[in-house]
């Protein structure tokens, strides 16, 4: 599985708004390809990035595990507030596919805030 940073930022969004997992999964566009499968892969992104805290369990009767979204850590706030505007997010993907980049969440976030920066300097 590859990370998509997109649906990071659009799962983080979709908890702080408090709302569930299965919520998610069932809202997806229609033809968009996100099975249950990638999306639990990204959750435990988010648990392991420390941007969240999270309790998985293995299912027993059918394959899979069930999340329960606990909180949204301090770390994990601080990647939402970088992130949360759609024209700094859309202008960090432009900047980064102009220059056919592929970076770590800490930089993307050190990038975000950067643009943010500038956007109050305005």
Request: with cysteine; net charge neutral.
């Amino acid at each position: 599985m590859k990370r998509d940073m997109d649906l990071i930022r659009n799962l983080l969004l979709w908890i702080e708004s408090d709302e569930s997992l299965r919520d998610f999964l069932a809202s997806r566009p229609t033809g968009e390809q996100l099975t249950e499968a990638i999306i639990n892969g990204h959750v435990q992104l988010l648990i392991e990035a420390g941007f969240i805290e999270a309790e998985q369990r293995r299912l027993k009767q059918v394959p899979g595990f069930a999340i329960r979204i606990e909180r949204i850590t301090w770390c994990g706030h601080e990647f939402i507030d970088a992130m949360r505007s759609d024209t700094i997010w859309a202008k960090t993907k432009k900047l980064l596919k102009e220059k056919a980049m592929s970076v770590p969440a800490t930089i993307l976030q050190q990038l975000l805030v950067k643009l943010a920066n500038e956007q109050i300097d305005l």
